[in-house]
């Protein structure tokens, strides 16, 4: 019910608005703790407990939609984008106890829902290509009439390549969001059962081998390739730089940790990418190199 009922108001807030990014965080926030629900009913219980919460919240979400009028196919989006990814990484992480086998899964969901979406429209970004052009033109016309006359010129953007970069973005948020569900279900699930037990695992968070090797072929491909060739690669390529700045943030936790560092070099590693975008990638880069140097093994050695 409680899963049902936070997806319910997050589809509401985000229905009842035209201000969209005005309820972006809240809806998401609201998602996140409604998959978080299904995820921790998976870890402590099993994987059939938290099939049923899933499949009793979207019944739930199925009756508030067809009370309302509202369009059915939120209740399918609640179910393949938030619940059904946190059912079965929750399963994997109960099953491995090793969040980068957790992730692996995520990323594997995303790459088959990645490829069956280009399967089925093509390149998403041709689609996307006219809503951008449109946008861009009245976002153009509104810096003149501002500019009091002046002629006023924006710098030249090509449509498509914007296109192309804005749905490989939300196909990265998509993923950031069901890595912050499994992460939310996880810390609930250790202070429910054994409290700290989700900080050491996320210290201790590696990606396995096969992700080290397919990063380095999706970046050669998303920047040799054209069309929707580009698009598909280059989505892959931001998966996998997500995944290992993730591993990048375990790695400076678990480094902190045993170095007994201020708190300070935390909160840098968090807060910078926000004023410098550009540090992500070198987060991910620093994660990466983590799967060749063990960084943490060579710490714990210099301790010794």
Not at 16 to 34: G, N
Not at 88 to 112: D, F, H, M
Not at 222 to 227: E, I, Q, R, Y
């Amino acid at each position: 019910m409680a899963a049902g009922a936070l997806a319910g108001i997050a589809y509401a807030m985000f229905a009842s608005t035209q201000l969209v990014m005005l309820v972006f965080v809240p809806v998401a926030l609201l998602l996140y703790a409604s998959g978080a629900l299904v995820g921790l009913a998976a870890l402590r219980n099993g994987p059939y407990e938290g099939l049923m919460v899933a499949l009793g919240a979207t019944a739930m979400l199925a009756a508030g939609i067809l009370l309302i009028g509202g369009r059915w196919l939120h209740m399918l989006e609640a179910l393949l984008s938030v619940w059904l990814p946190a059912l079965v990484s929750c399963t994997v992480l109960a099953k491995t106890a090793a969040q980068g086998r957790a992730l692996e899964a995520l990323a594997i969901l995303a790459a088959l829902g990645w490829t069956l979406a280009f399967a089925i429209n093509g390149d998403l970004a041709l689609a996307l290509e006219p809503w951008v052009r449109e946008a861009w033109d009245q976002l153009e016309a509104a810096m003149r009439q501002s500019g009091s006359g002046a002629d006023l010129r924006m710098a030249p953007v090509e449509p498509l390549e914007l296109a192309r970069v804005f749905v490989q973005l939300l196909m990265s948020w998509w993923v950031l969001g069901a890595v912050l569900t499994l992460m939310l279900a996880r810390s609930w699930h250790s202070r429910l059962d054994r409290l700290g037990a989700f900080g050491e695992e996320f210290r201790g968070l590696r990606l396995p081998r096969t992700l080290a090797y397919a990063l380095p072929l999706v970046l050669i491909v998303g920047t040799l390739a054209s069309d929707g060739l580009k698009t598909y690669a280059g989505g892959l390529a931001q998966l996998g730089l997500l995944l290992f700045a993730i591993q990048g943030v375990a790695l400076a936790h678990a480094l902190v940790k045993m170095r007994n560092g201020h708190s300070a070099w935390l909160a840098a590693v968090y807060i910078v990418p926000f004023i410098i975008p550009m540090a992500i990638l070198a987060i991910a880069f620093v994660g990466y190199l983590d799967h060749w140097f063990d960084y943490r093994k060579r710490a714990m050695r210099a301790r010794e």
